[in-house]
């Protein structure tokens, strides 16, 4: 399989394209070696620490990040412009992501051979 990019861009919890991204994300893993995962826009959301989404009936799903290391998803990226705007840091993330500029961001998709947007 070829290299595949995840782009999450919605927050959590609201609709399940965020939980059937991370299914989606962790079954390829199993076929494809060359994975990407990008979080930009609300979708820095997916990775903030404390999340209680069991007060509005949902499933928690955050925990199911912190397998990327387990399935050697290593090439998880987060738009620091979208954590700025959000008055987020890298210390309110489940997991350590590294932060890229947008003009990188942006040069990242153009490069991705298959782009998955949840």
């Given at each position: 399989?070829?290299?595949?990019?995840?782009?999450?861009?919605?927050?959590?919890?609201?609709?399940?394209?965020?939980?059937e991204?991370?299914?989606?994300?962790?079954a390829?893993?199993?076929y494809c070696?060359?994975?990407?995962?990008?979080?930009?826009?609300?979708?820095?959301?997916?990775?903030?620490?404390?999340?209680q989404?069991?007060?509005?009936?949902s499933?928690?799903?955050?925990?199911?990040?912190?397998?990327?290391?387990?399935?050697?998803?290593?090439?998880?990226?987060?738009?620091?412009?979208?954590?700025?705007?959000?008055?987020?840091?890298?210390?309110?993330l489940?997991?350590?992501a590294?932060?890229?500029?947008?003009?990188?961001?942006?040069?990242?998709?153009?490069?991705a051979?298959?782009?998955?947007?949840?």
């Amino acid at each position: 399989m070829s290299q595949l990019t995840y782009l999450f861009r919605t927050a959590p919890h609201g609709v399940s394209s965020g939980r059937e991204g991370i299914d989606a994300l962790l079954a390829a893993s199993a076929y494809c070696e060359d994975i990407t995962v990008i979080f930009t826009g609300d979708g820095v959301y997916q990775l903030l620490q404390g999340q209680q989404p069991q007060s509005i009936l949902s499933k928690d799903y955050a925990p199911m990040l912190k397998l990327f290391d387990l399935y050697d998803i290593e090439q998880v990226y987060v738009c620091e412009q979208s954590l700025a705007e959000r008055g987020l840091s890298q210390a309110d993330l489940i997991i350590d992501a590294e932060r890229m500029t947008l003009d990188t961001l942006k040069q990242k998709l153009a490069e991705a051979g298959k782009l998955l947007s949840f």
